[in-house]
């Protein structure tokens, strides 16, 4: 945004500056010329007026006859015929004659002492210039010959000629001085910086804007770029323009200067305000980016320190959610993340404590089984030496339960490993309870390598017999059915007993925690750690007609399978 804007600015302040120069240029050449057509007016003017002095009869007499002004009888109508010829611009120039010895002195203003040739030398004689002209009736114009009359009007230009009676002989000159008053109006039109007079012959230069400035051209620095030929022609550089007009007729030239720096000051006002307006606008979106960056690195830095707390073990930190909806995004997801691995470290840690209980009990109840395994393998040889079949079936059974219990030290085993171990568990109780006790085993072949935790469907077979079916009188059923439905495998267990009064039934497993059937919970809360939410466990009763429990665990689980 920044850069863009500067390199418009720098591309705008050239296009102007190119523009201020050409439209400067166009006027200073066109004020230029017409200061030069005003300044060959006042020459062409005061050069008729010398003309028709050096020609008027009266003054010729006047100077012809060479006697002072004290003892002329024709002093009043020579003053009369200056003034008349000098109308109307006596405070612009001054109109002296002079004859060729000096005794007749005339001017319209105090007679100026430089033109009293009596006292002057040639080369110190303004007329001198005279006879070094070509032509003997020509105007001499020039510039040379500055001074300060003695009313403090000062002279810039002058124009000689010399006065000739019938017979052709010199008898005196004319001199029209001037006054830089006549100047004026020259620089009204378009303001120059300054307005030089150029004389190419003498080499010389004079401002006509102010007296001081006079000389070669080493005391006009602005002149260095003019060269010669001097033609009508516009020169810029870097800081002014100088047009160049020549004045026909003359050897003069009305060179007209003007100082594009002033011009160029709005164009240049304009940029620096452009730069200092990007300064401010760079230093502003510093600022803003230094605290929009601090407000993005703020909630990363506090999230990568959460981080390395979790990484070391600190599952107890939470991240203060940000302000920013994407980060508090961020937050969110993170104390969930951290909540759940907090919730899997306590169950597997709950899992592993059960275990540990488990082996501990199991330790406590095994009461050096391999004595007890080996006592019953005495009675078992006892019992068919005296042909006692039940109590050797009996004897074999249990010998079977309690090998499974003491070679299998796994947490899971194959279902068909626990089928197994209900049908020797209820072959004993046959024996016990012969034919009142009708049970039923269906399993899909499919569910034979099924992984579940052990002890699961013969503890609830036993709380089916002991709690269901023994109060009840009359014929007992027990069923067991492993089947295939969609992708789950369903394991019921039913019976015909006593059920479970309404009000027992609990609507929460959880609650099954607290209550006398804390072993039923124990299978619950072991299938839950085992499949998480991939199984469920329901248990409907009717009091008076039975109850039922179902477990389904889901079969593409590649976990479950053995």
């Known amino acids: 945004m920044i850069i863009p804007l500067v390199v418009l600015s720098v591309y705008y302040v050239a296009a102007g500056n190119n523009a201020i120069t050409k439209n400067l240029s166009d006027q200073n050449e066109m004020a230029t010329v017409r200061i030069a057509d005003q300044v060959k007016s006042i020459i062409e003017s005061y050069r008729h007026k010398t003309y028709v002095l050096s020609t008027n009869n009266t003054i010729i007499s006047e100077l012809d006859a060479d006697a002072p002004e004290t003892s002329s009888s024709r002093s009043k109508e020579i003053y009369e015929q200056l003034f008349t010829i000098m109308r109307g611009d006596t405070y612009l120039a001054s109109a002296t004659i002079v004859s060729s010895s000096g005794q007749a002195r005339y001017s319209t203003h105090l007679f100026p002492s430089r033109y009293d040739i009596r006292y002057n030398r040639n080369d110190w004689n303004p007329f001198f210039t005279l006879s070094r002209t070509a032509g003997e009736n020509a105007s001499v114009i020039t510039i040379e010959n500055r001074y300060a009359t003695q009313t403090n009007a000062f002279v810039f230009m002058s124009i000689y000629r010399k006065v000739r009676n019938t017979a052709g002989e010199e008898v005196g000159y004319v001199a029209v001085d001037i006054f830089q008053e006549a100047l004026s109006s020259l620089n009204n039109w378009f303001r120059f910086n300054e307005i030089i007079l150029i004389d190419t012959d003498n080499f010389l230069a004079s401002s006509l804007l102010t007296t001081d400035r006079f000389g070669d051209f080493s005391n006009f620095p602005e002149l260095r770029s003019i060269q010669a030929p001097f033609t009508r022609k516009t020169i810029t550089d870097s800081s002014m323009i100088i047009s160049t007009v020549s004045i026909p007729g003359t050897s003069f030239i009305v060179a007209g200067v003007t100082d594009t720096t002033v011009h160029r000051q709005g164009i240049t006002h304009f940029f620096f305000i452009i730069i200092m307006v990007a300064l401010l606008g760079l230093l502003v979106a510093s600022v803003l980016a230094f605290f929009f960056t601090r407000s993005i690195a703020k909630p990363v830095n506090r999230l990568t320190s959460s981080m390395r707390k979790v990484e070391a073990g600190d599952l107890a930190v939470r991240v203060h959610e940000s302000k920013i909806v994407e980060f508090a995004q961020l937050d969110s997801t993170f104390n969930a993340m951290v909540s ?188 839950q750690l085992r499949f998480n939410t991939s199984f469920s466990f329901r248990i409907d009763s009717i009091e008076g007609e039975g109850t039922e429990i179902s477990i389904a665990v889901r079969r593409d689980r590649e976990e479950n399978v053995g």
């Open 340 to 527: 759940q691995i907090a919730e899997l470290l306590n169950l597997t840690r709950e899992e592993e404590e059960k275990v540990r209980e488990a082996e501990r009990k199991a330790l406590h109840a095994q009461m050096n089984p391999h004595f007890l395994y080996n006592t019953l393998n005495t009675v078992k040889a006892i019992a068919k030496l005296h042909g006692e079949q039940e109590i050797l079936m009996i004897v074999t059974k249990l010998g079977r339960l309690l090998r499974e219990s003491i070679e299998n030290r796994e947490t899971e085993q194959p279902l068909s490993q626990s089928i197994a171990l209900v049908e020797n568990y209820l072959a004993i109780q046959k024996i016990r309870f012969g034919e009142k006790l009708v049970t039923s085993i269906e399993v899909d072949p499919r569910l034979n390598d099924l992984m579940l935790p052990k002890l699961v469907i013969q503890p609830l077979v036993e709380n089916a017999l002991i709690h269901g079916l023994e109060p009840k009188t009359g014929t007992w059923r027990l069923a067991i059915r492993c089947s295939v439905v969609d992708s789950w495998a369903v394991i019921t267990i039913s019976d015909n007993g006593i059920g479970i009064p309404k009000g027992m039934l609990p609507e929460n497993l959880e609650e099954l925690a607290n209550s006398e059937h804390i072993g039923l919970y124990n299978i619950y809360r072991r299938m």
